[in-house]
Nanobody, 127 residues
Framework: EVQAVESGGGLVQAGGSLRLSCAAS????????MCWFRQAPGKEREGVSC????????YYADFVQGRFTISSDNYENTVYLQMNSLKPEDTAVYYC????????????????????WGQGTQVTVSS
């Protein structure tokens, strides 16, 4: 099955860190821009951070700027999201997905351009 497989979520105290992983199954990262999204209960899914495959371009949402870092390893075929200085409002299910239309990143991701969604990984930040 072609999908992204997320892992690395968990329960952490405010101010703590987590590193999420997104392993590409059935496709290659080098062919797609990749994004991390999140969805909190009762809220819409929102883009968190993205990375381009062709030029390493990156996007960060304002609410994670300076705290989260996205990276990719084409050899491991995995995208990572290092999350530092976590806040209770970061609590959500985090998903990654591939952009079937672009290999570069510019601006806020458009959800309908993304596919190969995984099941997500839960991140819970306690105050």
């Amino acid at each position: 099955e072609v999908q992204a497989v997320e892992s690395g979520g968990g329960l952490v105290q405010a101010g703590g860190s987590l590193r999420l992983s997104c392993a590409a199954s059935g496709f290659f990262l080098r062919d797609y821009a990749m994004c991390w999204f999140r969805q909190a209960p009762g809220k819409e899914r929102e883009g968190v951070s993205c990375i381009g495959s062709s030029d390493g371009s990156k996007y960060y949402a304002d609410f994670v700027q300076g705290r989260f870092t996205i990276s990719s390893d084409n050899y491991e075929n995995t995208v990572y999201l290092q999350m530092n200085s976590l806040k209770p409002e970061d609590t959500a299910v985090y998903y990654c997905a591939a952009n079937l239309m672009r290999t570069r990143v510019s601006g806020r991701p458009v959800i309908h351009e993304y596919a190969y969604w995984g099941q997500g990984t839960q991140v819970t930040v306690s105050s």
